[in-house]
Each structure stands twice: as C-alpha cells, then as structure tokens.
C-alpha cells in the first residue's frame, strides 16, 4: 500500500492533518499559504495530535510531512509582530510561544513511536529545529535547511538545541551565525538527515522506512528510543549502567524470548509487544 498522497490529504481544511494506515501515523502540516509556518494555534494543534497518537498503541510509527512548496518557515513572523501591539509589547505571548515550541518538540521525543520526517521544500529555523528534532529524516532534492535568525537580528537559540545534537558544532555554528540555506545533500553529508531522495518521494521513501520499523517489536522500539535520548547526558560509565540495566529489562520480554527462538530455529517472529 502507497503513503497517502499530500494532494488528498489537503481536501481537509484543518491546519494540522492526520492520517493512519498500516499501523503509521501520517502527520502533515498544512498552511501551505504560510509556507506551513508555526503559529501559536498550530504549536497546540500538532501537539495534541503527537498527544492522541502518543497514547494510541495501534500506531507504530509517524511520518511528518507538509502540503504546499515549503516543509516550514518556523515561527509565524506576522503573527509575532502583530502580537507587539499587545500592552507589554508581546513579552507574555512570546513565553507562551516558546514554552509551546518546547514542549512540542519535547513531545517528538518523548513518545514511543519513531517519528520521520518526509521533507520537501525549504525548511528553516523552527522549521529546521522540527527536522532535526525528529528521529529519522528523508528529504528530496528540493529541500532546504537554515537557522536564518540573524538576517533579522534573532539568534535561533532553541533551533540551535535540536541542531547542536545532530551534527558536529562547527557545522552546527556555521549554520547559526552565517543563516545560509543548506541543500539537502550538505544535510546529509553534516548529519542532519538520513538519506536524499528524488524530488516528489520524500513522503513514499519516508513511509517505506516506517514499514521497516514497524515489522519489529512496538515494545522493543520503544524501549530503545526512549534509552537512545536519556543515555545522551550520561557520563559513559552511567551510560552504561542504565543501558545495562535497561538491556535486562528487555531481555526479560516475551518479544525478545520470541525474537531469539524466532532467529534460532529460522523462523519468522510473531510479536506481541509485550
């Protein structure tokens, strides 16, 4: 079965879109008129669906993809100005922006299913921050990745989080302090994405991937993620003892007795996720 195909899935008018099929969630963003930019009703709208999907075991795996010529522009820059006009210039709004950005951001990490990211067209400082936050990304020859804060005076800090823990500081440096667009082949040369596709496939390439992960164990997959992120600011002697003890935990399933028997007596595995 094909991934759905953006062109449908824009018949539906809200500004974040889901569509499930073969145990994948697809996620598209879709303000396409705003090259898809995050504004504050956006920031709640994909956070509660990353929320429902997060909690639905039935979805093994995510694709975030976008509608229209740009995968996202980050933060909605009209929708920012026009909050300045507020009595205290936009301070509280601008907290309450950031602390959603975060917290949906956080969200990606923080749930059990891969999330990949399918991505055509230019993506740039939050924009660039989501890719990058993601745990796996496909983009096609059309896309484009930048952290541009400093053309208009705003150093792309928290897009700098997301970006520092992908790709080496230098590239990462680079990108912040010049805000040039980087092609998707110096993407994936730098680390910020998995692989280049043809123009058009990223979505196809990024659901064949999602079909790959999710022919192995939920429980196992979860498991693994979740110790991927939390052994990062590890010193390595604790890393090793969590992942230890977490290597244990996992050993103790059923899935992964089933997994050894399965690969033992050349057979294929039948999981149960637990």
């Known amino acids: 079965m094909n991934a759905p195909s953006p062109a449908r899935l824009a018949t539906d008018a809200a500004i974040v879109q889901r569509d499930d099929r073969d145990g994948i ?28 999907i997060a909690a639905n075991p039935k ?30 210039g936009g301070l509280a709004y601008t907290k309450e922006l950031m602390a959603a950005c975060s917290a949906m951001m956080m969200s990606i990490h923080r749930m059990p299913q891969p999330v990949i990211a399918a991505v055509e067209g230019p993506a740039s400082a939050a924009g660039c921050q ?22 208009i005076g705003l150093f792309c800090s928290t897009p700098m989080v997301a970006l520092s823990r992908n790709v080496s500081p230098k590239h990462a440096m ?8 980087v092609s998707a082949e110096e993407a994936h040369r730098i680390g910020l994405i998995n692989r280049v596709v043809a123009q058009g496939t990223a979505m196809e390439e990024a659901y064949k ?6 022919a192995k164990s939920a429980l196992t997959i979860k498991m693994g993620k979740e110790a991927f992120y939390r052994q990062f600011d590890m010193t390595l002697p604790e890393a090793y003892r969590y992942t230890g003890e977490v290597m244990i935990m996992n050993m103790m ?19 149960e996720d637990r």
């Open 253 to 271: 399933t059923r899935d992964a007795d089933e997994g050894i028997s399965a690969f033992l007596a050349k057979r294929a595995a039948t999981w």
């Open 174 to 181: 680079e990108m912040l302090l010049t805000g040039e667009m």
């Open 130 to 151: 989501l890719v990058a936050t993601c745990d796996l990304a496909i983009a096609s020859q059309s896309a484009k990745f930048a952290t541009p804060g400093v053309h």
């Open 209 to 214: 991937l999602a079909r790959r992960i999710t």
């Open 25 to 52: 969630a697809f996620v598209v963003l879709n303000r396409p008129e705003a090259r898809n930019a995050l504004s504050a009703a956006m920031l709640r709208a994909l956070t509660q669906v990353l929320v429902d």
């Open 59 to 88: 979805v093994r795996a995510v694709v975030m993809a976008a509608n229209g010529p740009g995968f996202c522009a980050g933060h909605d820059l009209r929708e920012i100005t026009e909050r300045r006009k507020d009595s205290d």
